[in-house]
Structures are given as structure tokens and as C-alpha cells.
Antibody, heavy 124, light 107 residues
Framework: QVQLQESGPGLVEPLQTLSLTCTVS??????????WSWIRQPAGKGLEWIGR???????NYNPSLKSRVTISVDTSKNQFSLKLNSVTAADTAVYYC????????????????WGQGTLVTVSS | DIQMTQSPSSLSASVGDRVTISCRASQGVSNYLAWYQQKPGKIPELLIY???TLQSGVPSRFSGSGSGTDFTLTISSLQPEDVATYYC?????????FGQGTKVEIK
């Protein structure tokens, strides 16, 4: 059974960098069929995809966040990470990591496993 | 980017009722459409992918239909454990966008 677990600070000061790590267990992050994503959800609101990384290191980001986001992967640790720069209160949300399962060999994917989510609050 | 619009935003129905939720894409997405259920305080869970394929373990009272721009999630007989917010998500192209959600409550 695949499991994903987010970790990182729950409180980040405005204009600083939010950093989170997702540890994957029960399966290899290097498997070629999966795209590893970060998704966030402000309290009482909907889901917003932040970006994804493939095992090769290829990334794709939400255009609305692209200038501030970096996602990286460490296959030796079976982890992938999120960095979001210059955060404001609008970035306060529950952050999820999720496994995107691809259709054939295309980058078309839906999310079959999610982490439990971690609340990140941006405040001084 | 393709926008996903769900309707209604919320609904209240009785146990045993048939419930339908609509999801409309601003451009065609073929059948690259997934549905998720998020119970209060819980993480989203995959219900349906490829517009109509039920994820393993999901009760058969859930079904999905549609193609192109118009999709429907149906709960054939609403149960108390179905209280949740439901999201559609298109995945034909980046970014994989979610609808705004439909909150389902018991009357």
C-alpha cells in the first residue's frame, strides 16, 4: 500500500520560503508511470494544483504560481520537495502531496494516493 | 487554461435519493475527467477516473458519465456516509484543474 507523508514547518513568516517534503513509502518514486504533485487547499475552499515532478526531474508548474515554485526529487530517499518563495497570507493552506497516475505514457494523470496534508500558516 | 465549473455548489437530499452533480469544462477534455470525494476533515479520495471508471473499492452506487465538456456524477441512493464535498478534475492537459466543489448534505 502506497503511503505519502508531508513534513515541514507549520508556520512561515511573510516573504520567507515555504519548504515541504513528501516521503513516499510502499512504492518507488522512480516508477515511470507516476507524476508526483503538490496540491493545496485554503480553509473552506477548493483544491489548487501547485505543480508536479517526474522521476527524471522534469517539472511542470501552475502558471499562477510558476514564478515562486520549485519542486525537486530525491530518488535515493524516495522523497520529493516543494519550495514556495515570497509567501503571503494568501498562501496559508493545507498542503497535500499526491501521486498522479498517468494514462499510458502521456503526462495526463489523476490522483490516486494523497498524503494526510499539512497545514502551513503564513504569519509573523 | 480550461476552467471547470460544477453545479450546484451545494445540495441537500434525503437518504435514498438519487443525487446528480454536474461538471462542465470550458473546452473539450475528451474523457480525461476524474471525480473525488472529500469528507469533512478528511483528504480527497478518488472515486472515478476516465469519466466513468469506478476506482477499486468505491461503492457501486456511484457512477460517472459524460464526454467532451459535460460530465455528471450520480449517487443512485444517497447514504449518510456520502456527506462530503465532491470535486471534478480534468487531466487532458496541464494544469490539471479542479472544479470548485459541490457540497452534499443530508436533509
Amino acid at each position: 500500500q502506497v503511503q505519502l507523508q508531508e513534513s515541514g514547518p507549520g508556520l512561515v513568516e511573510p516573504l520567507q520560503t515555504l519548504s515541504l517534503t513528501c516521503t513516499v513509502s510502499g512504492g518507488s518514486i522512480s516508477s515511470g508511470r507516476y507524476y508526483w504533485s503538490w496540491i493545496r487547499q485554503p480553509a473552506g475552499k477548493g483544491l489548487e494544483w501547485i505543480g508536479r515532478i517526474y522521476t527524471s526531474g522534469n517539472t511542470n508548474y501552475n502558471p499562477s504560481l510558476k514564478s515562486r515554485v520549485t519542486i525537486s526529487v530525491d530518488t535515493s530517499k524516495n522523497q520529493f520537495s516543494l519550495k514556495l518563495n515570497s509567501v503571503t497570507a494568501a498562501d496559508t493552506a493545507v498542503y497535500y502531496c499526491a501521486r498522479g497516475i498517468a494514462v499510458a505514457v502521456t503526462p495526463k494523470y489523476y490522483f490516486d494516493y494523497w498524503g494526510q496534508g499539512t497545514l502551513v500558516t503564513v504569519s509573523s | 487554461d480550461i476552467q471547470m465549473t460544477q453545479s450546484p455548489s451545494s445540495l441537500s437530499a434525503s437518504v435514498g435519493d438519487r443525487v446528480t452533480i454536474s461538471c462542465r469544462a470550458s473546452q473539450g477534455v475528451s474523457n480525461y475527467l476524474a471525480w473525488y470525494q472529500q469528507k469533512p476533515g478528511k483528504i480527497p479520495e478518488l472515486l472515478i477516473y476516465a469519466a466513468s471508471t469506478l476506482q477499486s473499492g468505491v461503492p457501486s452506487r456511484f457512477s460517472g458519465s459524460g464526454s467532451g465538456t459535460d460530465f455528471t456524477l450520480t449517487i443512485s441512493s444517497l447514504q449518510p456516509e456520502d456527506v462530503a464535498t465532491y470535486y471534478c478534475q480534468k487531466y487532458n492537459s496541464a494544469p490539471p484543474t479542479f472544479g470548485q466543489g459541490t457540497k452534499v448534505e443530508i436533509k
